[in-house]
């Protein structure tokens, strides 16, 4: 899997036109060997609870998101510690390398995401899936991330681990939610100017998001 340029121009928060930073993106994005990985679990929805794990999943962005779901879906995906590896040693030689390679990560992490997506559509023919939505992002709080990562047991399957601080390592890692209804979802409104924490996210004040 080789990076979405276009999606990595979006996290560089590059314009059209750009043709050298287009094609040093390319360049950069063909070096990269490492893949997403994901893991995640189907549970069923009862309010805004999980009764499997006696997970509550409080506040407006979850009612929002996950109005009229039956079930619900935990998702973690992680580029891995060879991906800080290589982004680390970019740092320590050229940080515009740096700054393109860590673009590129946040690319290829939501591209995992989206594989995911289309796997467990696959899986539930009959239902629909809701736009995915990360702990931080709204109302939702980040103090999720250790259950989360628990209930997906990432630690062993994909090597992530969270610090009391609540960021994950790898740090190309994300976490998500997806409702699954059996009644088509209409796409609801995403980004950062939509978000409710716009100016006092940690992630967006150290120039990253939730991936949303």
């Known amino acids: 899997m080789e990076a979405d340029i276009r999606e990595v121009m979006r996290y560089l928060g590059a314009g ?31 309010g805004l609870s999980l009764p499997e794990l006696g997970l509550a999943l409080t506040g407006n962005t979850a009612s929002k998101m996950l109005d009229g779901c039956e079930k619900v879906v935990l998702l973690a995906c992680t580029l891995g510690l060879e991906f800080d590896a290589r982004l680390r040693a970019a740092q320590a030689r050229d940080m515009s390398k740096a700054v393109i390679l ?18 467990i559509a696959l899986r539930f023919p009959g239902m629909y899936l809701t736009d995915r939505f990360s702990p931080g992002y709204g109302d939702l709080p980040l103090s999720l991330q250790p259950q989360i990562l628990q209930a997906l047991d990432a630690q062993r399957r994909l090597g992530i681990v969270v610090s009391p ?16 209804s059996s009644v088509p979802q209409m796409a609801r409104i995403r980004g950062c100017e939509y978000c409710s924490m716009k ?3 940690a992630l967006r004040k150290g120039g990253k998001h939730c991936g949303l």
């Open 16 to 46: 059209k036109g750009d043709d050298s930073l287009f094609a040093a993106a390319q360049a950069i994005a063909c070096e990269i060997k490492e893949v997403p990985r994901y893991t995640y679990r189907v549970f069923h929805l009862k």
């Open 199 to 201: 100016e006092t996210c």
């Open 165 to 180: 601080s609540l960021l994950m390592t790898p740090a190309k890692s994300v976490t998500a939610i997806i409702g699954l």
């Open 102 to 119: 860590d673009g590129c990560g946040s690319a290829l992490v939501e591209q995992g995401c989206e594989e995911a997506e289309r796997e």
